[in-house]
C-alpha cells in the first residue's frame, strides 16, 4: 500500500480528537527542539509561529456555539489559550526559556487524551 493511500485511511478514521492531539502534539515538539541553545533563529520564530497559529484554532473552535465543552471549562482553556498566544508572541522579540508554552500544551494534550480515553 503506497503512503498516499495510507494516509487517506487515516484522515477517514480519525476523529476531531485526534487531529488535536497530533497537531498540539507536532508543535509541542517543535517548541521544545527550538528551546534549546544552538537552535536555529528561523526555525524558532517558525514553532512559535506555528503555536500562535495553533492557539488560534482552538480559541475560535472554543468560541464556537457548537462546541459541546461547559462554558466553565471553555473559558478557561481561552484564558490559558490567549496567554499562550502572548507568550508566543513575546518569545518572538526575546530569547526567553519556552518552557512555560511547552508545559501548557503537554497539559493541553493530557486533557485531550484523557478526554479521547473517556468517550
Do not use: C
Not at 471553555?74 to 526559556?97: C, E, H, P, V, W
Request: glycine share 2%; proline share 3%.
Amino acid at each position: 500500500m503506497s503512503y498516499a493511500a495510507y494516509a487517506n485511511v487515516q484522515k477517514a478514521t480519525e476523529t476531531a480528537r485526534d487531529i488535536e492531539i497530533r497537531a498540539v502534539s507536532h508543535v509541542t515538539k517543535r517548541l521544545a527542539e527550538v528551546n534549546e541553545p544552538d537552535a536555529a533563529p528561523l526555525e524558532r520564530v517558525l514553532a512559535l509561529n506555528d503555536n500562535i497559529k495553533l492557539w488560534n484554532m482552538l480559541i475560535e473552535d472554543l468560541e464556537d456555539p457548537g462546541n459541546a465543552l461547559p462554558d466553565v471549562l471553555k473559558a478557561s482553556y481561552i484564558s490559558i489559550g490567549m496567554f499562550a498566544r502572548r507568550s508566543s508572541l513575546a518569545a518572538l522579540s526575546q530569547d526567553t526559556n519556552l518552557a512555560t508554552l511547552i508545559d501548557i500544551n503537554i497539559d493541553v494534550l493530557e486533557a485531550l487524551n484523557s478526554q479521547r480515553l473517556a468517550a
